[in-house]
């Protein structure tokens, strides 16, 4: 079935960066946009950005321009969020989601990776 | 961009009708007919409910209809029944290329 992975959590200090994985399968990878949505401790959804993993083009919410990077390795069908110069206000789940092209479908989504900034 | 406005909290009784409304400008909402609906209960990952403003995905339950005029799109939950309380979220697409997600509207079963 299709279906989105992604990597565990993690506990990182201030200042430092992480990286979360999501791993697709059970559909062409480069058919289908993966977003990233971060949703921090009692609060709402919050769209940070995209990529097209057929052509590698990306779209960054202007929050998220400067400090999260994304990437993909098609053969791995997977996709990654890089999240530099953590501050305490980054903790939260982060999600991934596969975008359909032609609509405003938003399904699955991966389990959420916890990301914890602890000085 | 900012987030799509959506009332914080919305109540109803079982079987009664609720709307939840997700007000946002020209730019996303009432620029595209890319609207999405998604239910998120507590622990759980975000589950869509609709997308492109009124279609079902397979499995969602017809008692999940949806409506957009001008900048505002708005969520139809019939027969409100206890499962049915959870987070909301809207979501759409903008002239940027991006997405915004809506503030959450939290809807409680009396």
């Known amino acids: 079935q299709v279906q989105l992975v992604q990597s565990g959590p993690e506990v990182k200090k201030p200042g430092a960066s992480v990286r979360v994985s999501c791993r697709a399968s059970g559909y062409r990878f480069m058919n289908y946009a993966i977003h990233w949505v971060r949703q921090a401790p009692g609060q709402g959804l919050e769209w940070m950005a995209w990529i097209n993993p057929g052509n590698g083009d990306i779209r960054y919410s202007q929050k998220s321009q400067g400090r999260v990077i994304l990437s993909r390795d098609t053969s791995a069908d997977t996709a990654y969020m890089e999240l530099t110069s953590l501050s305490h206000e980054d903790t939260g789940v982060y999600f991934c989601?596969?975008?359909?092209?032609?609509?405003?479908?938003?399904?699955?989504w991966g389990q959420g990776t916890l990301v914890t900034v602890f000085s | 961009q900012s987030a799509l406005a959506q009332p914080a909290s919305v109540s109803g009784t079982p079987g009664q009708s609720i709307t939840i409304s997700c007000t946002g400008t020209?730019?996303?909402?009432?620029?595209?007919?890319?609207v999405s609906w998604f239910q998120q209960h507590p622990g759980k990952t975000p589950k869509v409910l609709l997308f492109?403003?009124?279609k079902r995905p397979s499995g969602v339950s017809s008692r999940f209809s949806g409506s957009k005029s001008g900048n505002t799109a708005s969520l139809t939950i019939s027969g409100l029944q206890a499962e049915d309380e959870a987070d909301y979220y809207c979501?759409?697409?903008?002239?940027?290329?991006?997405?915004?997600f809506g503030t959450g509207t939290k809807v409680t079963v009396l």
């Open positions: 979501s759409s697409y903008t002239t940027s290329s991006t997405s915004v």
């Open positions: 020209s730019s996303d909402v009432g620029g595209y007919n890319y």
């Open positions: 989601t596969r975008g359909d092209r032609t609509s405003s479908l938003f399904d699955p």
């Open positions: 492109d403003v009124n």
